[in-house]
Nanobody, 122 residues
Framework: QVQLVESGGGLVQAGGSLRLSCAAS????????MGWFRQAPGKEREFVAA????????HYADFVKGRFTISRDNAKNTVYLQMNSLKPEDTAVYYC???????????????WGQGTQVTVSS
């Protein structure tokens, strides 16, 4: 079955960096567009970043532009989210997801990981 497994979350001070990874199995990874989403306590899940199948095109939510970078390695079936200049408001559970469409729409994603906690202290 399809599995997406996130890792790399943790506790970091404001201004610090983290690199999230999402390892995929059970699907033909190179045929899926990938996205990162996040959900803070008491809030809805929101789009963070997306990348096309080849990795040639990316899209970011305005609140992470210039700070976060999404990338993928199709040989390793892995998508990454490099997060720099972290802020306390970035605290959330971060999820990776796979979609046949290149989209920011949460409902268009077919497969989801279990999430990894990112906590940014002030």
């Amino acid at each position: 079955q399809v599995q997406l497994v996130e890792s790399g979350g943790g506790l970091v001070q404001a201004g610090g960096s983290l690199r999230l990874s999402c390892a995929a199995s059970g699907l033909t990874f190179r045929t899926y567009n990938m996205g990162w989403f996040r959900q803070a306590p008491g809030k809805e899940r929101e789009f963070v970043a997306a990348i096309t199948r080849s990795g040639g095109t990316t899209h970011y939510a305005d609140f992470v532009k210039g700070r976060f970078t999404i990338s993928r390695d199709n040989a390793k079936n892995t998508v990454y989210l490099q997060m720099n200049s972290l802020k306390p408001e970035d605290t959330a559970v971060y999820y990776c997801a796979a979609s046949r469409r290149y989209t920011v729409e949460l409902n268009a994603y077919d497969y989801w990981g279990q999430g990894t906690q990112v906590t940014v202290s002030s």
